[in-house]
Structures are given as structure tokens and as C-alpha cells.
């Protein structure tokens, strides 16, 4: 049976406690990062991530949502410059753990020089709906394939977390052992996912390749689903 959304949690799951849920019926907008290894470039181009999150086809992000919130929920995606990282994929493995703080750490700060130039009140008033002073999701698409196809601890996989839980401290604003505490003017980086750029590297047709599936499933945690 179809789910539609009928409200959301007042509280943020995964989220530091000064971020507050998204809200369900509004136009949210998700930053979307492109970021290539320096052994491992992406396939897929600027025009056709834009392509997955916003169509025109049938089946992209903003029409899944769009579709279960009842037309209630606009999900845009605004796609940004490539982050290229400075060491192999194999140097961002996940022995430790699901997501890797060097890969984080360099990401992010690449991403607070991009949205410096960007503006901050642009940034603010462009992906910060409900206005808690975070942004409200960006998404990382890296290159290659996730480990949870793959198997591989070399490959990180795709998750949705925060960048606050990053943090050693229990100040959410307080620079840790990764990404929390960078901000653009007086907004901070916040909930964040991360997926992988390929689902299936033998197919040649880019809606096979890289399908809309793991992008739906972990947004649909930065909304509050578990």
C-alpha cells in the first residue's frame, strides 16, 4: 500500500538538537556535490544528476516526492561545481567506520569556499526553509560505486548523518574532528548524505546506471524517516 506523508516528527532525528525537522509541505532545496577521486572520475554529468533530482522524466526525486506528500512537497536540486579530493578512492576506505572524516573534512571545506562565493544570504535564504539556521540537506555524489554494492571497506557507503555528530564536543558550533562548525556567514552545515554515483557499472544507459533510488531513500531520512 501506497504511504502518503501526513505530518513530520517536531523533533530532528540524526540531527544536533538546535536543528529542527523539515518541514513537509513546502519547496525545499538540496544542494548537490559531484565529487571525483583522484583515481576515479565520475561518469555521470552535471546536466544528468540535475536530470535524476529534477526530470522532466517521470521518475526523478522531485516527482517521487511530489507524488507521496500529496503535491505538498517540492524538492528542488541546484547542482554544484565538482569537489575533486586529493588522494584515491582506496584512501577514503570505511575500515573505521560507514563514512570517512578525511573525505567529510575535505568535501565540506571545499563546499563552505563554493557557497563563500554564492553569497551567504543567497545560501540562507536558498536552503535554509525552515530557518533554524542550518542548511537543509546537501547531498554528496561520489564516484565510482557505494560499498554497499561493492562490499568493499574501500568504498564508502551511502548513509545520511550529521555533520554536528562529527563533532568532540558537545557545542554543535564547535570545530571537532571533522565538519562541525563550518558555516557560511551565520549558517551551518548540518544534515548532509551521501551516495554513490553508480548502482550498476555494467549498464550503459544513465537511468540504469544510476537510478533515483538510494537519492529517495536517504532524503527521505533528512525528512524524518527511519
Not at 564547535?174 to 550498476?200: K, P, S
Request: aromatic residues 12%; proline residues 3%; glycine residues 10%.
Amino acid at each position: 500500500r501506497t504511504r502518503v506523508f501526513r505530518g513530520m516528527p517536531r523533533t530532528a532525528p540524526f540531527g544536533s538538537y538546535d536543528e529542527r525537522m523539515l518541514p513537509a509541505s513546502n519547496r525545499l532545496t538540496v544542494r548537490v556535490v559531484p565529487v571525483r577521486y583522484l583515481d576515479t572520475n565520475l561518469v555521470i554529468q552535471s546536466n544528468e544528476l540535475a536530470q535524476l533530482y529534477n526530470g522532466p522524466q517521470y521518475s526523478c526525486v522531485s516527482n517521487y516526492y511530489a507524488v507521496q506528500s500529496g503535491g505538498k512537497l517540492a524538492v528542488n536540486a541546484i547542482v554544484a561545481d565538482m569537489i575533486n579530493l586529493p588522494l584515491s578512492r582506496a584512501a577514503y576506505n570505511t575500515t573505521a567506520d560507514w563514512y570517512n572524516t578525511n573525505f567529510l573534512w575535505t568535501a565540506f571545506t571545499n563546499l563552505t569556499n563554493q557557497f563563500a562565493a554564492w553569497g551567504a544570504t543567497q545560501a540562507a535564504s536558498t536552503f535554509d526553509a525552515n530557518g533554524d539556521g542550518f542548511l537543509d540537506a546537501v547531498l554528496f555524489v561520489h564516484a565510482g560505486e557505494g560499498g554497499e554494492t561493492t562490499g568493499s571497506t574501500n568504498d564508502i557507503h551511502s548513509h545520511m548523518w550529521s555533520a554536528y555528530l562529527h563533532a568532540n564536543s558537545g557545542d554543535p558550533h564547535t570545530l571537532g574532528n571533522a565538519v562541525a562548525g563550518l558555516r557560511i556567514g551565520n549558517l551551518y552545515f548540518g544534515r548532509y548524505y551521501i551516495i554513490a554515483e553508480i548502482l550498476n557499472g555494467r549498464a550503459t544507459n544513465i537511468f540504469q546506471r544510476s537510478t533515483i533510488g538510494g537519492a529517495v531513500h536517504e532524503f527521505g531520512h533528512i525528512l524524518g524517516l527511519t
